[in-house]
C-alpha cells in the first residue's frame, strides 16, 4: 500500500505565502521517480505546477516561475512546494503525484494523494 498525504493548504492573502508538503509512505515503495505538484481550479483541468527529479532537477509552469519552489527529501519521501507572492489564480485544490516502483506490484505506477485546498482572497 502506497500513501501519498498532502499538508499546508489553506486561506492567505494577495501576496501572501504558503509552503504545501506531501510525504510517500507505505511499506512496498523500493524507489521514487519524479515528484509532481498539480493543481485544479474549479471548472478547470487539473494542470501540472512543478516538478522535481530524484536528482533535483525541476520544471515549472510559466504562470508560476519565480514564485513557486520545488524541493524534496528522497531520505525522507517528502515533496515541497514554496509559493511565494500568491494571487488569487492560484486558489485551486493542489495533488501531489509520485511515481513509485512498488515491491508488491514490482513495477512502476503513479499514485496521488487526497489534495489539499490552497485560497487566495483578501
Known amino acids: 500500500q502506497v500513501r501519498l498525504v498532502e499538508s499546508g493548504g489553506g486561506l492567505v492573502q494577495p501576496g501572501g505565502s504558503l509552503r504545501l508538503s506531501c510525504v510517500a509512505s507505505?511499506?512496498?515503495?523500493?524507489?521514487?521517480?519524479?515528484m509532481r505538484w498539480y493543481r485544479q481550479a474549479p471548472g478547470n483541468q487539473r494542470e501540472l505546477v512543478a516538478s522535481i527529479s530524484p536528482s533535483g532537477d525541476t520544471n515549472y509552469a510559466d504562470s508560476v516561475k519565480g514564485r513557486f519552489s520545488i524541493s524534496r527529501d528522497n531520505a525522507a519521501k517528502t515533496v515541497n512546494l514554496q509559493m511565494n507572492n500568491l494571487r488569487p489564480e492560484d486558489t485551486a485544490v493542489y495533488y501531489c503525484?509520485?511515481?513509485?516502483?512498488?515491491?508488491?506490484?514490482?513495477?512502476?505506477?503513479?499514485?496521488w494523494g487526497q489534495g489539499t485546498q490552497v485560497t487566495v482572497s483578501s
Open positions: 503525484n509520485a511515481r513509485v516502483f512498488s515491491s508488491f506490484k514490482m513495477d512502476w505506477y503513479d499514485y
Open positions: 507505505g511499506g512496498s515503495i523500493r524507489e521514487v521517480n519524479v
